[in-house]
């Protein structure tokens, strides 16, 4: 079945970096884009950018430019994404998303991962 | 950025009700907008995509209108499953964003 199977959770200190994977199964993993989305504890949703899986093309969130990376290894159908100069405030739980572009133009994320959750704390 | 501004922020009512959530959008969006239902430490799951198009799977107790700035989604019934939170995503912009999101809970 189509599914995206994340990295497990993460404890990182204020200035560290980390890396969460995105496994892709049951499709063209190629075929799609994918967005990584994050949800601090009890708030809502938050778009942190979108790599186009078939050329590594990036868009990034204007607040996140210059901390984030997102990559992706075809090889493997995984995408990544790389968070840097972590604070506490990036503490969240982190999900990938396949987005899915329709006859109409509009697009939507219609295959989410399980979630990561990232601590940051000293 | 595009701002989307939903309302009401949280919602009390009963099984059997039905429903209304409005998403508004600070500039036009077309009919770029979807709606995504999520429960308690799940990821967030699909319901309607540009606008009034009902993702496979979904009950056709859901449904979603608007164009332009204004968005609603409707819940017919209510079911015990649907108590969740809502949140509405315009994709016009390749810098997505979405709604702060409303909370349906049981009455």
């Known amino acids: 079945q189509v599914q995206l199977v994340q990295s497990g959770a993460e404890v990182k200190k204020p200035g560290a970096s980390v890396k969460v994977s995105c496994k892709a199964s049951?499709?063209?993993?190629?075929?799609?884009?994918i967005s990584w989305v994050r949800q601090a504890p009890g708030q809502g949703l938050e778009w942190m950018g979108w790599i186009s899986a078939y050329n590594g093309n990036t868009n990034y969130a204007q607040k996140l430019q210059g901390r984030v990376t997102m990559t992706t290894d075809t090889s493997t159908s995984t995408a990544y994404m790389e968070l840097r100069s972590l604070r506490s405030d990036d503490t969240a739980v982190y999900y990938c998303?396949?987005?899915?572009?329709?006859?109409?133009?509009?697009?939507?994320?219609?295959?989410w991962g399980q979630g990561t959750m990232v601590t940051v704390s000293s | 950025d595009i701002q989307m501004t939903q309302s009401p922020s949280s919602l009390s009512a009963s099984v059997g009700d039905r429903v209304t959530i409005t998403c508004r959008a600070s500039?036009?969006?077309?009919?770029?907008l979807n709606w995504y239902q999520q429960k308690p430490g799940k990821a967030p799951k699909l319901l309607i995509y540009a606008a009034s198009s009902l993702q496979s799977g979904v009950p056709s107790r859901f449904s979603g209108s608007g164009s332009g700035t204004d968005f609603t989604l409707t819940i017919s019934s209510l079911q015990p499953e649907d108590f969740a939170t809502y949140y509405c995503?315009?994709?016009?912009?390749?810098?997505?964003?979405f709604g702060q999101g409303t909370k349906l809970e049981i009455k």
């Open positions: 998303a396949r987005e899915i572009v329709y006859s109409s133009g509009c697009s939507a994320f219609d295959i």
């Open positions: 995503q315009q994709s016009y912009s390749t810098l997505w964003t």
């Open positions: 500039q036009s969006i077309s009919s770029y």
């Open positions: 049951g499709y063209t993993f190629t075929s799609y884009g």
